[in-house]
């Protein structure tokens, strides 16, 4: 029998369950040059999100002309 890949998917929306997360580090318990790192990638995340939705509206605005 194959065997089938297994895959894990946090959830982030739901109040964490005793035993469930045993292996998820706490923010705090993040070394600081982690924290750091993760930090400046979600900012970078953020950014490029906002201007990739500042593109996409001047793309449309020049499609109603």
Do not use: N, Y
């Not at 998917?9 to 292996?23: M, N, Y």
């Not at 318990?29 to 990638?41: C, D, G, H, I, S």
């Amino acid at each position: 029998m194959p065997r089938q890949p297994m895959t894990c998917q946090f959830d982030l929306f739901s109040a964490p369950q005793r035993g469930k997360t045993a292996g998820t580090p706490q923010w705090p318990e993040l070394p600081e040059e982690t924290r750091q790192a993760l930090t400046v990638l979600i900012v970078r995340l953020f950014v490029d999100h906002a201007k990739c939705g500042h593109a996409c509206q001047q793309k449309e605005a020049g499609h109603d002309a």
